[in-house]
């Protein structure tokens, strides 16, 4: 993964995203694009004729919150060990960093916040630019301390497109992983059977395990944290929103559920 794009924002997930983005850069000898957004989202008065304004002391207090930031960061970033550049733009951040996902290999953002409660919560950006994007997107837990490249990865596979592109998209990691294991929930039966993405992996040269495991009653997005405990995963690579964003927001889904209670990284493609 030689090209990795950086979500900035001073939130609690910055310092997560920074940790994991600059620990897969220097294990791929890569390149760390850092994306700084300043979305249109303080509308403080209004006039008659429905238009909104940004008060310019909020807009300038922004400017100074985002320079502070920045410098903050290319501090760190000059005594990283990795090759990077900043990039500045006004706008939503979802949108910028779907634009610049072109001839990105990966995507690093965060999970849903833990301030975020309640059935109605919801990841905007996250879920944006992980359906939208072309490149695959790495969510991290706010409280990541760091990647391990070549640690213990875990598949869940259920034979949609979308785990599909997935295992795609994750064969650069997937490579160095000290081991891989694909785990089918068992609901019902497969189109396109674990054994099928197994014998793939094998043709790109990755050995794995396979691992049956069973609903019993549970949550899909639960029998993976079960498997993900169990077999000491570090990380987790998945399709993203098999049913639409607007169901999950309903009805709930598995990706919903992981992207608010998961203590390992997503990788997910769509």
């Given at each position: 993964m030689k090209s990795v794009l950086l979500h900035i924002h001073d939130d609690e997930g910055q310092e997560s995203r920074f940790q994991a983005a600059t620990d897969i850069v220097r294990a791929f000898d890569?390149?760390?694009?850092?994306?700084?957004?300043?979305?249109?989202?303080?509308?403080?008065?209004?006039?008659?004729?429905?238009g909104a304004y940004v008060l310019p002391t909020v807009l300038a207090e922004v400017r100074r919150e985002q320079k502070e930031t920045q410098k903050r960061l290319e501090e760190r970033l000059d005594h990283a060990g990795v090759n990077w550049n900043w990039t500045k733009y006004d706008g939503p951040a979802a949108k910028m960093l779907i634009d610049h996902s072109r001839l990105a290999d990966l995507i690093v953002l965060s999970h849903v916040p833990d301030t975020a409660k309640g059935h109605d919560s919801w990841p905007p950006l996250t879920a944006d630019v992980a359906v939208h994007?072309?490149?695959?997107?790495?969510?991290?837990?706010?409280?990541?301390?760091?990647?391990?490249?070549?640690?213990?990865?875990?598949?869940?596979?259920?034979?949609?497109?979308?785990a599909s592109e997935a295992v795609k998209a994750a064969l650069p990691l997937l490579r160095m992983a000290s081991s891989l294991t694909i785990v089918s929930v068992t609901e019902s039966e497969l189109v396109y059977p674990a054994t099928d993405a197994s014998i793939y992996l094998a043709r790109h040269g990755i050995a794995s395990d396979l691992v049956n495991q069973p609903a019993k009653d549970r949550s899909v997005s639960d029998a993976l944290r079960t498997a993900i405990q169990s077999h000491g995963g570090d990380y987790l690579v998945m399709g993203a929103y098999g049913h639409s964003r607007i169901r999950e927001k309903i009805l709930g889904g598995v990706t919903r559920d992981l992207l608010r209670n998961s203590s390992v990284p997503l990788l997910m493609a769509h």
């Amino acid at each position: 993964m030689k090209s990795v794009l950086l979500h900035i924002h001073d939130d609690e997930g910055q310092e997560s995203r920074f940790q994991a983005a600059t620990d897969i850069v220097r294990a791929f000898d890569g390149h760390l694009t850092c994306v700084q957004a300043a979305p249109y989202e303080y509308p403080i008065f209004g006039d008659p004729f429905g238009g909104a304004y940004v008060l310019p002391t909020v807009l300038a207090e922004v400017r100074r919150e985002q320079k502070e930031t920045q410098k903050r960061l290319e501090e760190r970033l000059d005594h990283a060990g990795v090759n990077w550049n900043w990039t500045k733009y006004d706008g939503p951040a979802a949108k910028m960093l779907i634009d610049h996902s072109r001839l990105a290999d990966l995507i690093v953002l965060s999970h849903v916040p833990d301030t975020a409660k309640g059935h109605d919560s919801w990841p905007p950006l996250t879920a944006d630019v992980a359906v939208h994007s072309r490149a695959p997107v790495l969510a991290v837990p706010a409280d990541t301390k760091n990647f391990p490249c070549d640690g213990k990865a875990i598949i869940a596979w259920n034979g949609s497109f979308e785990a599909s592109e997935a295992v795609k998209a994750a064969l650069p990691l997937l490579r160095m992983a000290s081991s891989l294991t694909i785990v089918s929930v068992t609901e019902s039966e497969l189109v396109y059977p674990a054994t099928d993405a197994s014998i793939y992996l094998a043709r790109h040269g990755i050995a794995s395990d396979l691992v049956n495991q069973p609903a019993k009653d549970r949550s899909v997005s639960d029998a993976l944290r079960t498997a993900i405990q169990s077999h000491g995963g570090d990380y987790l690579v998945m399709g993203a929103y098999g049913h639409s964003r607007i169901r999950e927001k309903i009805l709930g889904g598995v990706t919903r559920d992981l992207l608010r209670n998961s203590s390992v990284p997503l990788l997910m493609a769509h």
